[in-house]
């Protein structure tokens, strides 16, 4: 076994149906009195109701949570929190909500509790990232990383089974960047493979039935596992594709970590092998990129840029961005070959090598 260095997380994971009845005591183990709860506009009615819960300790409700971060966004919730004396940021909902917790976090050091109500796994990371001018920009800090995670899969009952879909494969795109990357673990591969087998499991039982309580707790466990790989270990090219795409063209998150991924894998696999033959074995299929791109198409998730919102014109652009900040990635990154995978990506074929 070659040498590997692991460390692990340093977050409070509460996990279970009606483990939100945990929350008032989670906050009081922090020492925490006034807490700005944060979420999106659209979730305001769910993060009132756990705001209802903590009668007395809840300092306002922040409900301007958008995807990737933008700056303005992050610069009005730090004054809110600044003005209100907040002692802690209470996340509800998915990326974009943790994320701006991790925004205030940075500047802050304000510890942040996360409600995950998707299945981003941004939550057990230490990553941020921010969007300004068009441009997304990322970073790792332990001073973001969630100080307590409360996974309640009673919570993601009510997620639309489209953005489920798309939410879970956007979890296994970080499990399966995990499996090659540079500072991997044993650990983490045996984490990386039992979250997209899990994660990938959930998808037809909620097909079937949105509101599977089983299956919402095996997507969320899933998600959980993939999600603490990001944190882990360091992402490749399909991470650094998706922030282009999204922060410079406001491309939704999970949909185009959906369409991006089966791409991304396909110019990885002759130089990761072991990575695709555990992705494969996770999902029972025989080439780990068109198993990730059929269980996107037999789940109704979009398998084209082009129909997520992406410019023809803008390619060539994200081909330039792609290249332009090295970093580790099983195979070279290529600009002639990175512009022929942002083209299939775009049309939607399936990933040809």
């Excluded at 600044?82 to 991790?102: P, R």
């Excluded at 500047?107 to 969007?131: D, F, N, Q």
């Excluded at 001018?133 to 309640?152: H, M, Q, S």
């Excluded at 999204?246 to 990885?268: C, D, I, K, Q, W």
Aim: net charge neutral; with cysteine.
């Amino acid at each position: 076994m070659e040498r590997f260095v692991y460390s692990a997380s340093s977050s409070r994971i509460v996990f279970g149906p009606d483990s939100i009845d945990e929350l008032p005591a989670e906050i009081d183990r922090l020492g925490a009195r006034r807490a700005l709860v944060m979420c999106t506009p659209n979730q305001r009615h769910q993060a009132q109701a756990i705001a209802d819960r903590l009668p007395g300790r809840v300092a306002a409700i922040f409900d301007e949570a958008a995807m990737h971060v933008p700056i303005e966004v992050a610069r009005k919730a730090r004054a809110l929190a600044a003005e209100l004396k907040a002692d802690c940021a209470l996340a509800v909902g998915g990326g974009s909500t943790v994320g701006l917790g991790k925004a205030i976090a940075l500047e802050s050091g304000l510890p942040i509790i996360a409600v995950p109500t998707t299945y981003a796994g941004s939550e057990v990371t230490p990553i941020y990232g921010l969007t300004e001018e068009g441009l997304k920009k990322t970073g790792r800090d332990p001073r973001v990383l969630p100080r307590v995670v409360v996974y309640d899969p009673r919570l993601t009952l009510s997620l639309p089974l489209d953005l489920t879909v798309t939410s879970a494969i956007n979890a296994m795109a970080h499990a399966a960047e995990g499996l090659y990357a540079h500072d991997g673990n044993p650990v983490m591969a045996l984490m990386a493979e039992e979250g997209i087998r899990a994660c990938a499991a959930s998808l037809q039982p909620l097909r079937e039935n949105p509101r599977d309580l089983r299956a919402r707790s095996q997507a969320l466990y899933g998600a959980w596992l993939c999600g603490t790989v990001l944190g882990a270990v360091s992402m490749g090219l399909h991470h650094k594709l998706c922030h282009t795409l999204g922060g410079s063209f406001g491309l939704p998150h999970s949909e185009v970590h959906t369409v991006v991924l089966p791409h991304a894998l396909r110019y990885n696999a002759e130089a990761a092998p072991e990575a695709m033959a555990r992705i494969a074995r996770a999902l029972g299929v025989a080439d780990a990129p068109m198993g990730i791109f059929e269980l996107a198409r037999a789940h109704g998730a979009p398998v084209s840029l082009k129909a997520i919102g992406m410019p023809a014109e803008g390619l060539d652009e994200a081909a330039d961005l792609a290249v332009s900040n090295p970093y580790p990635n099983p195979r070279p990154l290529e600009r002639a070959a990175l512009r022929s995978l942002l083209a299939q990506a775009f049309e939607g074929v399936p990933p040809r090598p």
